[in-house]
């Protein structure tokens, strides 16, 4: 917000022949009466929503005038998080004059930049021939999230322009603002949404960063002159008139709220004591009040004061104020002030893990009693740490073996030994054979029948079996090297009988695909089919037919959950070695030589579900490398290959994509598509149960359902969760789904068979951390190590990186209990059942492994062992660094996201909509895993910006994806 001359505040008390600058004690008390009113409109009034914390800093232009910079952090239930709500608040356009003719004129008065570039190359932003601030923008249809978390936004080229210092100018020129304050205030007050830590941690420093400034320096050539810094200082400063009468005035400079208290943090007897110069050292060391510390006393009231051993030290500010004078800790009154401890870096030793374990230790009463872990005395603070679970050692691996082996079969070790291999890289290979080979091999060497070589051969194998399965080979590993047997997959025996039960349109689809191979002739297909037509019972039995007639048959999917359904089955990603990141040119990762290629060219068929979730760069990869390795320029390298999947689910994930560029990501837009043969399946198994439900499902889906005035279909009542408050309908949405908790949280089937979906993240950790503590037993928390890459400057602090919980990694603080359910977040072993988004029961845990059950798909029932790893932030969430968590791959699963429901069906699951679905598929990937109205809830929290409540919410359709299908008679799609 910058002060404008111009206000008729300023000009009404001018004397004739008088301008603002010769008046600076006006323009400076009038700005900051329009600051207190601009403090009360944000933080009284809360025009943009509850305001959580903010902060201000003055400064003073190069001619004097002042401006004030404001960063607003609101409360969760206001965060402003998509393109609809950025709309609300913030405007980049021209309005129509012929509506708002005050506001455009103030937009074209206060808010139009340069102009500069083509138009002004002298222009003072002009830098190396380019403007600093970006402008002119590119036009944009709509608000989008760019790839720096800034918002693009929506900047029409409607054609409107106005005449700026001789120059027409149009909606690329407009400096974001928001209509109510410009109109109110009637000054240049740009208003910006940021989020993401790059964007707030540049708008801290930009705040901050002062005023411009240089300094010169004028010496003789061999003439040395005494360097005085803060003589320089006090000559070089200079201060114009109206920041003069600010500070003398005494009118705040800044502001933050709420204040920061930093918490000393000091080893035991190193507290700093401060003393006057001329006073005697031997009465300093008598005077009792010089030992006492923030950190001291903070001892003192956890043995004094029961409540205040429920906080952490830097949780401490918020319950009590400190009293410098008198040195203690005495009871808040008013709550309205944070903590942070003092930072360090590892280089401080001791005094570093000190800082780590007053982060995660919950009333300590001395420094001797943080060493005590366990009912253990350490006798560092490093290995108190350690002790806690809070620092990473270096022979973690050895430690998940040790735990392991005391309980576990050779069976499910040897499947360990294999994931630590693939996931944690240790250096010395052999030497953890050595040591843990009468571990993997026990039950071999307990058979008579079996010699030592043989012994060591099978146990060998069995590695081999589990490392191919997860992408790698033994020959990959400094492991005795052996020539194994070639393992087939095995065709379950009520597979082969599945071709007799096909319906007419499953059995139209089997008979070509099944025609083209016996010709050995090439076929791109497309099996469509909403959720429950047969499309897995279609695969299951082309898979068992080929492969019982001697064919090779490859089975794929997108997801690790769906390729568990197949025998044999294994992620796309993982079985064709696809870049994570396809490009229009990639290649998948695959030597023409390798043993993989070599099983290609041998394959019959490849089939590959959920196609449509995946980018059609990664299958457009996969057609380059097969025409390469089969010297073959047809599509696929003249492959039979079948994809499956719905498209009116949830399309490819790309980050802060328009509704244009997701389209265009799909695989309906690939080069392969127009020569691909789609079938459609028809017939859904679940209708003969509840035909309304599967009836209303599909409307959801085609986009077919009828909308209100506001653009949001109605939800049948049937489903719907009463509103009362967030609390309270939180609660019941809660005992509806999860009814008798306590009292059948040992039975699986009834944790399995239900589940709460939500959009984000952030609601499925706040409702998943309300269950856990409904949840009965014992809890164990396990905390993450977390690190940033090429940090040796120590910029971001632990506990910071602890606070992240990116998209697809674990949290910081992970609670158990057995017999919770957890969800798998990695494909550690997806050929085995565990694979990324299989739903688990936690059965036991130590300190290095969590054991677990599967209890979905073939291999339910399955116990397995999972590791601690390291896991890394994908590059779609732009972080500002490499970030890397060390981790048990999985998260509570009591709820969660609905893209992480796809491919699996809840027959009780409830659907928590406190705002509405955000890309396509999304309610109806959610609606379609229920089986039932009845076993089917929704909790949806009424929208304060439309006057539709409780029963109404958005559904997002991209009808444009449903036109590229080839229009073939009863296609079971409809558009309008």
């Known amino acids: 917000m910058t002060c404008n001359p111009d206000w008729k505040e300023i000009q009404n008390e001018l004397k004739p022949g008088q301008m603002a600058q010769d008046r600076p004690d006006l323009t400076t008390r009038i700005f900051r009466s329009k600051l207190q009113d601009l403090k009360d409109q944000l933080f009284k009034k809360y025009i943009f929503g509850g305001v959580a914390a903010h902060v201000y800093v003055i400064e003073f232009q190069k001619r004097g005038l002042p401006h004030?910079?404001?960063?607003?952090?609101?409360?969760?239930?206001?965060?402003?998080?998509?393109?609809?709500?950025?709309?609300?608040?913030?405007?980049?356009?021209?309005?129509?004059?012929?509506?708002?003719?005050?506001?455009?004129?103030?937009?074209?008065?206060?808010?139009?930049?340069?102009?500069?570039?083509?138009?002004?190359?002298?222009?003072?932003?002009?830098?190396?021939?380019?403007?600093?601030?970006?402008?002119?923008?590119?036009?944009?249809?709509?608000?989008?999230?760019?790839?720096?978390?800034?918002?693009?936004?929506?900047?029409r080229n409607d054609g409107q322009q106005v005449k700026v210092r001789n120059k027409y100018l149009d909606n690329r020129w407009v400096i974001p603002y928001n209509p109510y304050l410009l109109s109110r205030y009637n000054c240049h007050i740009n208003v910006e949404i940021c989020s993401g830590i790059k964007a707030v941690k540049y708008i801290y420093k930009y705040i901050y960063k002062g005023h411009d400034k240089i300094s010169v320096s004028i010496s003789q050539k061999n003439g040395e002159q005494p360097f005085d810094e803060i003589q320089q200082y006090q000559d070089g400063r200079w201060v114009s008139a109206p920041e003069a009468l600010w500070r003398i005035f005494e009118f705040d400079l800044n502001e933050m709220y709420p204040s920061v208290c930093n918490l000393q943090l000091h080893l035991e007897d190193q507290q700093s004591v401060y003393y006057k110069y001329n006073q005697n050292l031997v009465d300093i060391l008598k005077r009792n009040a010089g030992k006492k510390s923030m950190l001291t006393e903070f001892f003192h009231l956890n043995k004094s004061d029961s409540e205040a051993k429920k906080y952490l030290y830097r949780e401490i500010p918020e319950k009590y104020v400190w009293d410098k004078t008198k040195k203690i800790w005495k009871q808040r009154q008013r709550y309205d002030q944070i903590g942070r401890i003092n930072t360090t870096n590892p280089s401080d030793g001791e005094r570093y893990?000190?800082?780590?374990?007053?982060?995660?230790?919950?009333?300590?009463?001395?420094?001797?009693?943080?060493?005590?872990?366990?009912?253990?005395?350490?006798?560092?603070?490093?290995?108190?740490?350690?002790?806690?679970?809070?620092?990473?050692?270096?022979?973690?691996?050895?430690?998940?073996?040790?735990?392991?082996?005391?309980?576990?079969?050779?069976?499910?070790?040897?499947?360990?030994?294999?994931?630590?291999?693939?996931?944690?890289?240790?250096?010395?290979?052999?030497?953890l054979w050595n040591d843990y080979?009468?571990?993997?091999?026990?039950?071999?060497?307990?058979?008579?029948?079996?010699s030592s070589n043989e012994c060591i051969s099978k146990t060998l194998l069995d590695i081999n079996t589990y490392l191919e399965r997860m992408g790698r080979t033994i020959d990959d590993f400094d492991l005795p090297k052996e020539i194994f047997e070639e393992r087939h997959v095995i065709t379950p025996v009520e597979d082969i009988d599945m071709v007799l039960t096909l319906n007419i349109d499953q059995r139209n689809a089997y008979q070509e695909i099944i025609n083209r191979v016996d010709k050995k002739q090439s076929g791109m297909f497309f099996i469509d089919g909403p959720g429950g037509t047969g499309k897995t019972y279609l695969y299951r039995a082309l898979l068992a037919t080929l492969r019982n007639n001697g064919h090779l048959?490859?089975?794929?999917?997108?997801?690790?959950?769906?390729?568990?359904?197949?025998?044999?089955?294994?992620?796309?990603?993982?079985?064709?070695?696809?870049?994570?990141?396809?490009?229009e040119t990639s290649l998948c990762s695959i030597k023409k030589q390798s043993g993989l290629a070599q099983l290609l060219k041998k394959a019959s068929i490849l089939i590959w579900d959920e196609a449509p979730m995946v980018k059609r760069t990664a299958?457009?990869?996969?057609?380059?490398?097969l025409k390469d390795i089969m010297n073959n320029s047809i599509y696929f390298g003249g492959k039979v290959i079948v994809f499956g999947g719905d498209f009116r689910q949830v399309l490819p994930v790309v980050r802060r994509a328009s509704r244009l560029e997701t389209i265009n990501y799909s695989m309906v837009k690939s080069y392969l598509w127009s020569d691909m043969e789609v079938f459609s399946l028809r017939e859904n198994m679940r209708a003969r149960t509840d035909q309304l439900f599967c009836d209303f499902i599909l409307r959801i889906g085609n986009g077919d359902e009828e909308e209100n005035e506001d653009g949001l279909v109605h939800i049948p009542d049937e489903m719907i969760i009463d509103y009362f408050d967030d609390q309270t309908s939180e609660d019941l949405l809660i005992n509806v789904i999860f009814p008798s908790l306590q009292d059948k949280s040992t039975c699986s089937d009834y944790i399995m068979e239900r589940s709460i979906l939500a959009t984000k993240n952030e609601y499925v950790d706040r409702l998943n951390q309300k269950l856990i503590k409904i949840f009965p037993g014992d809890d164990v928390?396990?905390?993450?190590?977390?690190?940033?890459?090429?940090?040796s400057s120590n910029l971001y602090q632990v506990e910071f990186l602890n606070s992240l919980t990116p998209n697809g990694l674990p949290p910081h603080r992970l609670t158990l209990k057995k017999n919770c359910p957890i969800m798998l977040l990695r494909n550690l072993d997806p050929s085995n059942g565990s694979c990324n988004r299989t739903r688990m029961i936690c059965k036991s845990f130590?300190?290095?492994?969590?054991?677990?059950?599967?209890?979905?798909?073939?291999?339910?029932?399955?116990?397995?062992?999972?590791?601690?790893?390291?896991?890394?932030v994908s590059d779609d969430e732009a972080l500002p660094f490499k970030f890397q968590r060390k981790q048990f791959p999985i998260r509570l699963c009591f709820a969660m996201t609905i893209n992480k429901s796809q491919g699996q069906t809840i027959p009780n699951v409830g659907i928590y909509l406190p705002h509405n679905v955000f890309s396509h598929g999304q309610l109806y990937v959610a609606l379609s895993r229920g089986i039932s109205m009845s076993q089917t809830k929704v909790l949806i929290i009424p929208d304060k910006y439309t006057s539709t409540q409780g029963s109404y919410t958005k559904n997002?359709?991209?009808?444009?994806?449903?036109?590229?299908?080839?229009?073939?008679?009863?296609?079971?799609?409809?558009?309008?």
Do not use: W
């Open 68 to 155: 004030a910079h404001f960063l607003i952090i609101l409360k969760t239930a206001f965060k402003i998080t998509v393109p609809v709500q950025f709309d609300r608040i913030v405007s980049a356009e021209l309005p129509d004059p012929s509506k708002y003719k005050r506001l455009h004129e103030l937009v074209v008065k206060h808010m139009m930049h340069g102009p500069c570039g083509n138009l002004n190359k002298n222009n003072a932003c002009m830098k190396k021939g380019l403007c600093k601030n970006k402008y002119p923008r590119s036009f944009s249809s709509q608000t989008i999230v760019g790839d720096d978390s800034y918002p693009i936004y929506r900047r």
């Open 353 to 431: 893990y000190l800082r780590i374990l007053l982060n995660h230790v919950y009333g300590p009463t001395s420094f001797s009693d943080l060493l005590q872990v366990h009912g253990n005395q350490c006798s560092t603070f490093k290995e108190a740490a350690e002790k806690h679970g809070l620092l990473e050692t270096d022979h973690y691996i050895s430690d998940c073996l040790d735990d392991a082996s005391n309980y576990q079969m050779p069976s499910a070790l040897r499947q360990l030994f294999s994931i630590l291999l693939i996931y944690c890289e240790p250096t010395n290979v052999l030497q």
């Open 437 to 450: 080979y009468i571990d993997l091999s026990h039950d071999y060497q307990t058979n008579k029948e079996i």
């Open 553 to 583: 048959a490859i089975a794929t999917a997108t997801s690790g959950v769906a390729a568990s359904i197949l025998p044999g089955g294994r992620t796309a990603h993982s079985r064709f070695k696809i870049p994570i990141n396809s490009t």
């Open 619 to 625: 299958i457009e990869s996969l057609d380059r490398t």
């Open 781 to 791: 928390t396990y905390f993450s190590f977390d690190s940033v890459t090429d940090d």
């Open 846 to 872: 130590k300190n290095n492994v969590v054991v677990a059950r599967i209890s979905m798909g073939q291999f339910s029932g399955k116990i397995v062992m999972i590791p601690r790893i390291p896991l890394c």
């Open 956 to 976: 997002i359709v991209y009808k444009e994806i449903f036109k590229s299908f080839k229009q073939s008679e009863g296609m079971n799609i409809h558009l309008n």
